[in-house]
T-cell receptor, first 115, second 114 residues
Framework: AQTVTQSQPEMSVQEAETVTLSCTYD???????LFWYKQPPSRQMILVIR??????QNATENRFSVNFQKAAKSFSLKISDSQLGDTAMYFC????????????FGTGTRLKVLA | EADIYQTPRYLVIGTGKKITLECSQT?????MYWYQQDPGMELHLIHY???????EKGDLSSESTVSRIRTEHFPLTLESARPSHTSQYLC?????????????FGPGTRLTVL
């Protein structure tokens, strides 16, 4: 069975600083996707960034980038130049590329950006 | 934001009532999902569907039922609400095939059963 672990329940960062959220996962499969989703307070969950496991290059989306270490089963999210609007719950998720298309979510990290 | 809608957004109801939470998407996605999420906690999959007339139970045991008569509509029903059903319910959808990996979420229904 696949598992996803987010070991940081809460984090805070000063505006304009950089923060890294950690995520580890466990699977015996080799083909999968990894995701970071953001859930702002009282707003919809949206995709931040995704990574295909077969790609060695780390995904980036503007101020968001990942450090994907397949051998270590680690998938951390780096947020550069943090903004107040980045305050949210961040969920790491895993999905096999075959089968049921079900996500396995981590427990989330609550990030607060301080002015 | 994605074109996926949930109604009602908030619902307070008494024990024993039957309720239906609505979810609709206009993206033509085949896959749809229902998650249960307690405040500030992880998401638990309770139901999913591959397409019309297809429904499957998720990883978290739930007393709710779902139906998928139309591609765009995936309602969730609780026949007899109990306080233990108090939670937030999130609906999501994704394409089947190319792009199936990305799920799009609705705004959620926050249910309180008294």
């Amino acid at each position: 069975a696949q598992t996803v672990t987010q070991s940081q329940p809460e984090m805070s960062v000063q505006e304009a600083e950089t923060v890294t959220l950690s995520c580890t996962y466990d699977t015996s499969e080799s083909n999968y996707y990894l995701f970071w989703y953001k859930q702002p307070p009282s707003r919809q969950m949206i995709l931040v960034i995704r990574q295909e496991a077969y790609k060695q290059q780390n995904a980036t989306e503007n101020r968001f980038s990942v450090n994907f270490q397949k051998a270590a089963k680690s998938f951390s999210l780096k947020i550069s130049d943090s903004q107040l609007g980045d305050t949210a719950m961040y969920f790491c998720a895993f999905m096999l590329t075959s089968g049921t298309y079900k996500y396995i979510f981590g427990t989330g990290t609550r990030l607060k950006v301080l002015a | 934001e994605a074109d996926i809608y949930q109604t009602p957004r908030y619902l307070v109801i008494g024990t024993g009532k039957k309720i239906t939470l609505e979810c609709s998407q206009t993206m033509g996605h085949d896959k749809m999902y229902w998650y249960q999420q307690d405040p500030g906690m992880e998401l638990h999959l309770i139901h999913y569907s591959y397409g019309v007339n297809s429904t499957e139970k998720g990883d978290l045991s739930s007393e709710s039922t779902v139906s998928r008569i139309r591609t765009e509509h995936f309602p969730l029903t609780l026949e007899s609400a109990r306080p233990s059903h108090t939670s937030q319910y999130l609906c999501a959808s994704s394409e089947l095939g190319r792009g199936a990996d990305t799920q799009y979420f609705g705004p959620g229904t926050r249910l309180t059963v008294l």
